[in-house]
């Protein structure tokens, strides 16, 4: 069974920091590229990052540039998002999604597989 499971969410304070994991199973991700999504309460979901699964080339929403980085290892079949700085905006559900093949987007309906999400709430 094809499978993606987010985890490292939480509670942090603003300034503060989290590494959220995206593990594959049932599938190799060395031909998917990856994207981070996030839904915030009341919002739609939307892009956050994503990467390539060719070059490791990289993309990031205007709100996390600077502050979140998305990286690869594909001997662990997982896929990190690090966030620093965090804002009491970056409070939402991320969750991680799947598409075969070399191009990376944040359009959601690109992606064929995803993870439950988790929580990542921001607060002092």
């Known amino acids: 069974q094809l499978q993606l499971v987010e985890s490292g969410g939480g509670l942090v304070q603003p300034g503060g920091s989290l590494r959220l994991s995206c593990a594959a199973s049932g599938f190799t991700l060395d031909y998917y590229a990856i994207g981070w999504f996030r839904q915030a309460p009341g919002k739609e979901r939307e892009g956050v990052s994503c990467?390539?699964?060719?070059?490791?080339?990289?993309y990031y929403a205007d709100s996390v540039k600077g502050r979140f980085t998305i990286s690869r290892d594909n001997a662990k079949n997982t896929v990190y998002l690090q966030m620093n700085s965090l804002k009491f905006e970056d409070t939402a559900v991320y969750y991680c999604?799947?598409?075969?093949?070399?191009?990376?987007?944040?359009?959601?309906?690109?992606?064929?597989?995803w993870g439950q999400g988790t929580q990542v709430t921001v607060s002092s």
């Open positions: 990467i390539s699964s060719s070059d490791g080339s990289t």
């Open positions: 999604a799947a598409r075969w093949g070399p191009i990376a987007t944040t359009r959601e309906r690109d992606y064929d597989y």
